[in-house]
């Protein structure tokens, strides 16, 4: 929640918080997945999924082991 305060014939809004873009009064949020797959494995490509304020990413592909922001890979017989 962003805090909005009142002032002498208006108000302002602090910033919305990260994950999210707007002017503070209207707060949208950011598809993350969109830029650079999200921070998200590239090499192998792994899914990025978009959350509410945030993102997840998948699971490394078979043969390669990792949290899905970085997969090394490990050879299918290694797993």
């Given at each position: 929640m962003v805090a909005c305060i009142n002032t002498p014939g208006g108000f302002h809004c602090g910033p919305c918080p990260a994950g999210y873009s707007g002017n503070g009064f209207y707060c949208e949020?950011?598809?993350?997945?969109?830029?650079?797959n999200g921070g998200c494995s590239l090499n192998p490509v792994v899914?990025?999924?978009?959350?509410?304020?945030?993102?997840?990413?998948?699971?490394c592909p078979p043969g390669y082991i990792g949290n899905g922001v970085t997969c090394q890979y490990v050879g299918i017989c290694q797993i």
């Open positions: 949020d950011v598809n993350e997945c969109l830029v650079n899914q990025c999924i978009n959350t509410v304020g945030s993102r997840t990413c998948g699971e």
